[in-house]
């Protein structure tokens, strides 16, 4: 074996106790040692490295110029181990590391902003990627592991993910400024079977999906499906140029209709039944990363979210 390789990091420790107090009584104390052991570890550092780091006299204790040097690398390596340490301990507890979260309009809207900033607070070493994609290939990303964490519509059945409800949504209709909806505060549902909709596929968003339908179901209507299109931007143009109805959450719907020019579609409130839909937090039932328990106590930590509500009777939407 080679000398360097019998240096033990203790010794290191010691050597620099040495360094800051120059003299061994303190030395030793500041470490919780006996002065002759501190004594032998340095001999035994010496004695790895081939050369004397420390000369001392009865009257005085001193680096000699192989010690000033030492000095200086031995810090770097103390630090660098005090610093692995750190991290290890760190990413044990689910404070370093990164995380990758999917969501959609809403969460990115009233669940990310405060939620994020408290993940910056409490786990500031932690990187977040983020991904705005609709619930079914949220989902799939889930699954295949690109996801940690699915801010998605609905929950899911199957017993590969864990959830948990965050907040309700309303939907609204979604229509162009020339169409006659335009202007009205809100329309019974069942007034949406006299115009062609614009639905998308139901995989894309399935609890948004079924409930549209369900709420058609219940006024006992049936659905004009003139377009499928997956785009929720894709539809807001399309209900601006043509005599459609589009759906979208109440956010969005809010979000698109008080744009500073270019396309404006209006807004307009759904009722009797009002569609409802639940925002998610989804996640795998077997992750194991901490992380995941860090993201979702800091949503519960900044609950209840501001989220728009549903205002009758009256001529405008509120947050």
Known sequence: ?????????????????????LHFGRAAAKLHLTQPSLSQQLQRLEKSLGVELVARTSHEVRLTEAGRAFEVQARTIVAQVDKATHTAREAAAGRTGSINIGY????????????????????????????EKRTGPQLRAL?????????????????????????????????GQGHRWAGRPGVPFAEVAHHACILFARDQCPAMYDAILAAAQRCGITLNVAHTLNDPGATAIVVSIKPLVGFASMSRGLSVGSGTG???????????????????????????????????DCVEAVRPFDAPGLVRGESKLLR
């Not at 074996?1 to 800051?20: D, K, P």
């Not at 409130?269 to 639940?278: A, F, K, T």
């Open 262 to 296: 270019g396309i404006r579609p209006a807004v307009v409130q759904l009722y009797d039944p009002v569609p409802m839909i639940d925002l998610c937090a989804v996640w795998r039932a077997s992750d194991d990363n901490p992380l995941v328990d860090g993201f979702l």
């Open 104 to 131: 959609n309009f809403p969460a990115g809207q009233h669940v990310l902003p405060s939620t994020l900033t408290k993940m910056s607070i409490e786990f500031p070493d932690v990187t977040v990627g983020l991904c």
């Open 143 to 175: 699954a295949s592991g690109d996801l940690d964490v699915a801010l998605v519509y609905g929950h899911p059945v199957t017993s590969e993910f864990r959830y948990r409800r965050l907040l309700q949504v309303p939907l609204v209709a979604v229509v």
């Open 1 to 21: 074996m080679r000398a360097e390789a019998a240096m033990e990091f203790r010794h290191l420790v010691s050597f620099l106790a040495i360094t800051e107090e």
